[in-house]
């Protein structure tokens, strides 16, 4: 899996214990996945080379500094991407906002697509889409293809936990796409949740069942 980036450090994997801990409170929860949300974006822009030179003056002296132009449009898969949108918007604050909101449909084993907001001109945008987790891959892999329907530029999905079958499953469809996760899960039970996993993103970060 050639675009797929595991983030592998010891603060990471010390956060994820306690998205884990079914004891943890929503509060709590949703502060982690906020701070590891941070952290992904960060890994997700490092290689970002859209930079221009402006002249500007320190306190002391005059000098050039970088600044991102054309920045990524971060778009959040609903209703558990929500949890990470502000994180990364907290990062790359001069970034537009998008919102899809897809689910699948157990009884016609499909998706269903109930919302799509993108901002104008999104064509040949850069996209960070946020979705926590990724298990069977159904929802992600609509959503990617609806995105690309609006021909924009270089996607990059940031999640926290996905599944070996669903991370095979997207690259089989969209092989371009780049994936950033902190740990990849081997199984998913009969339901669709991945084990070990975490339970149900949306459900633990708003009290809802």
Not at 15 to 23: A, F, P, T, V
Not at 132 to 144: E, F, G, H, K
Request: charged share 25%; with cysteine; aromatic share 8%.
């Amino acid at each position: 899996m050639r675009n797929l980036k595991i983030i592998d450090h010891p603060l990471l994997k010390h956060k994820l214990g306690y998205l884990r801990d079914k004891n943890t409170n929503s509060s709590d929860f949703r502060e982690i996945v906020k701070e590891i949300s941070k952290i992904l974006a960060y890994e997700a822009m490092k290689d970002w080379t859209q930079l221009e030179t402006i002249s500007i003056e320190t306190p002391i002296s005059k000098t050039t500094t970088e600044r991102i132009v054309n920045p990524p449009v971060v778009v959040s898969i609903m209703r558990a991407g929500n949890g990470m949108l502000d994180a990364v918007l907290s990062m790359i604050p001069i970034s537009s906002a998008g919102y899809i909101g897809i689910y699948r449909d157990k009884f016609i084993r499909n998706t269903v697509e109930y919302y799509f907001k993108m901002p104008e001109n999104v064509a040949g945008k850069n996209i960070l889409l946020c979705d926590p987790l990724i298990a069977t891959a159904d929802t992600i892999v609509a959503a990617i293809d609806r995105l690309k329907q609006y021909k924009v530029g270089r996607i990059k999905v940031l999640s926290i936990l996905a599944s070996k079958v669903g991370l095979e499953k997207v690259f089989y469809f969209h092989p371009d796409v780049e994936i950033y996760i902190i740990n990849m899960e081997q199984e998913i039970n009969e339901a669709g949740y991945l084990i070990p996993g975490l339970g149900d993103a949306g459900d633990r970060l708003y009290q809802t069942k």
